[in-house]
C-alpha cells in the first residue's frame, strides 16, 4: 500500500516536473525555428538589395561627369603631337580648374571593353581599374588633352573597393592613380605605341575618405618630360558642386571648390617593354578618330581594327 502510494506520487512528481520541461524544449525549437527565418529573409533581402545598389555604377551620373562627357562632344580633329615633349614643363592650368570643352580626345582600349577578345591576346585576367565586370575601383572614362598634356577620367568606387565600414581602400585610390599616370605618359609617349612603358613611382597623398559607391574625378597632367622620365601630377576629387557619394562626413552636400580626397606625384619611364610577346598587339599604334556614334574625338589603339 505504502509502495503503490509512493510510485503514485514519484509518477505524477515526474510527469508534473517533466511535461513543462518538454513544452519549454517544444516552445524553443519552434521559436529557435521562426527567429531564423525571419532573419534569414531580412538578410537576404537586405544583401539582395544592397547588391543591386552597389552592381553596377548609377545609371545617372553626377553633374561634374555629365558636363565631361557632354563637354567633348566634338566634329573637329585634332593632330596628336608631341613635338614639344622633351625637357621642358607645361604650362598648362592647375588641373583644378574647369575644363575647357575643346580638343579633348576620348581614350579606349579594346581590351578593357571586349573580354573575349582580351581572353584570345594574350591577357590573363580582368583590368584592375578597367573591367567593365570590376566591382572594386572602375574607370568609366577617359579623355586626353595633347595640346595641355592634360588627362580627366570619371571614376566609380565599388564594394569591392571597400576597406572600413562603407569607406574605400587606400589602395584602390592609389591604384587609379598609378593606371592614371601609366596612360598619361603612354598618350604622351614618343614612342607612339601602347603598352610601351611603365609606371615606376606612385606617391599618393591620400586627403579623405572616400565612400563605397562614389563617382569622383581624376584630373591631371604631365609636369615634366625628362628624357624617357615622365613625371605627372594629379588630382582625386569630386569634381566640385555635386558631390554623389564622396565623404559626407563633414556634413558637406553643395560645394564650389572640388573636395579633393588624394593627389598624385608619379613617374613612368617611356619605351620599356613589359611584355616579351611578339604579336599584333606588339605593333599596335596609336590613331585618332571620330566615334561614329558621338561624334567625339577617341584617341584609341589600332588593336581595334585587327577583327
Ligand atoms: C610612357 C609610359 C607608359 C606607361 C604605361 C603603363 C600602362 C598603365 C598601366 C597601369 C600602370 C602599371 O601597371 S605599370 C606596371 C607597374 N610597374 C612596374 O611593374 C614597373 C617595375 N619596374 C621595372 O620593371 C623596371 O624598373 C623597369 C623595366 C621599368 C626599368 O626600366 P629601364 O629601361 O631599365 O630603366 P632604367 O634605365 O633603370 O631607368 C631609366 C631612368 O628612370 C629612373 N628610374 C627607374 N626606375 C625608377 C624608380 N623606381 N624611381 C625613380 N626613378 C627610376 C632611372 O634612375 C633612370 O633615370 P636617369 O638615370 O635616366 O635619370
Known amino acids: 500500500m505504502t509502495t503503490t502510494s509512493n510510485r503514485n506520487i514519484s509518477t505524477s512528481t515526474v510527469r508534473s516536473s517533466f511535461l513543462p520541461f518538454l513544452a519549454g524544449i517544444a516552445f524553443g525549437i519552434a521559436s529557435s525555428i521562426l527567429y531564423t527565418r525571419v532573419i534569414c529573409s531580412r538578410n537576404q533581402k ?27 562632344h566634338h566634329t573637329n580633329t585634332e593632330k596628336i603631337s608631341n613635338d614639344d615633349s622633351n625637357g621642358e614643363s607645361t604650362n598648362a592650368s592647375s588641373p583644378n580648374t574647369a575644363l575647357s570643352s ?17 581572353d584570345a591576346n594574350g591577357w590573363q585576367g580582368r583590368d584592375l581599374c578597367h573591367n567593365p565586370q570590376g566591382l572594386g575601383v572602375r574607370i568609366l572614362h577617359y579623355y586626353y588633352k595633347a595640346s595641355s598634356k592634360e588627362m580627366v577620367g570619371v571614376v566609380w568606387f565599388g564594394p569591392h573597393a571597400e576597406s572600413h565600414r562603407g569607406l574605400c581602400h587606400g589602395g584602390a585610390m592609389t591604384s587609379l592613380m598609378d593606371d592614371f599616370c601609366g596612360h598619361l605618359a603612354f598618350l604622351h609617349s614618343t614612342s607612339g605605341q601602347p603598352w610601351s612603358g611603365a609606371t615606376v613611382q606612385v606617391n599618393v597623398s591620400l586627403k579623405k575618405p572616400v565612400k563605397v559607391g562614389s563617382i569622383l574625378r581624376i584630373i591631371g597632367r604631365i609636369d615634366k618630360h625628362e628624357g624617357r622620365k615622365i613625371y605627372v601630377h594629379a588630382t582625386l576629387d569630386d569634381g566640385g558642386g555635386d558631390n554623389n557619394g564622396g565623404s559626407s562626413i563633414d556634413g558637406e552636400e553643395q560645394n564650389k571648390d572640388p573636395l579633393v580626397y ?7 619611364i617611356d619605351g620599356v617593354k613589359m611584355s616579351q610577346h611578339e604579336d599584333p598587339v606588339s605593333k599596335r599604334t596609336w590613331e585618332v578618330e571620330v566615334c561614329e556614334h558621338s561624334g567625339r574625338l577617341q584617341r584609341r589603339d589600332s588593336g581595334w581594327k585587327l577583327l
Open 46 to 72: 537586405s544583401s539582395s538589395s544592397s547588391s543591386s545598389l552597389w552592381l553596377q555604377p548609377p545609371s545617372t551620373l553626377p553633374r561634374f561627369a555629365q558636363e565631361i562627357l557632354s563637354n567633348h
Open 262 to 268: 588624394a593627389t598624385l606625384e608619379g613617374l613612368s
Open 102 to 118: 575643346e580638343n579633348w580626345t576620348e581614350v579606349r582600349l579594346r581590351e578593357w571593353e571586349d573580354l573575349n577578345w582580351r
